[in-house]
């Protein structure tokens, strides 16, 4: 009779610590098991930019640091303001900049980092051998810190006529 109880015993053992095994894994954190929580997805880079001042007054203040500008005496400076508002940092690595809507710049290779939700300013600036109104945009990619692709066009840029 012992020998018929301790069997029993064993087995309903066995069975309850497979049910709690069960129970636990129902219970659990992880994504397969009924009532968990999803895991939120990995945040995105997401950059806005500004220009400061838009549109922008003409300056005639020589750019002596390029040679296809030395001699243009019609000239323009302003700010372009990258604000990241995703939480992941971004590295824009090519630049496309049209002028007057033709793209006059294919930039590759660069290295212009946002760091999460930080902000970045870089100094731009046109030159012109025409005296009139222009319009300038700058388009920029490169990838977030999870290796999501990143894409941002600045608003056109109205620089003033002289």
């Not at 992880?30 to 806005?48: C, E, F, I, Y």
Request: net charge neutral; aromatic share 8%; charged share 15%.
């Amino acid at each position: 009779m012992f020998r018929t109880l301790w069997k029993r015993s064993r087995i309903c053992s066995v069975v309850f610590l497979g049910l709690l095994a069960v129970i636990s894994t129902m219970c659990s954190d992880s994504p397969t098991g009924p009532g968990a929580a999803p895991k939120p997805p990995p945040n995105k880079g997401s950059v806005r930019v500004s220009i400061d001042p838009n549109p922008v007054p003409f300056s005639g203040q020589p750019v002596t640091d390029e040679p296809g500008c030395a001699d243009k005496s019609n000239t323009w400076f302003y700010d372009q303001i990258f604000e990241e508002t995703g939480g992941t940092g971004v590295t824009f690595t090519a630049r496309i900049d049209s002028f007057d809507g033709f793209v006059v710049n294919n930039l590759t290779g660069l290295n212009i980092t946002v760091q999460p939700l930080g902000t970045l300013t870089l100094h731009a600036r046109w030159c012109s051998g025409n005296p009139i109104a222009h319009t300038a945009l700058s388009t920029f990619s490169g990838v977030d810190d999870s290796g999501g692709a990143v894409n941002v066009t600045t608003p056109t840029i109205r620089l003033q006529k002289p």
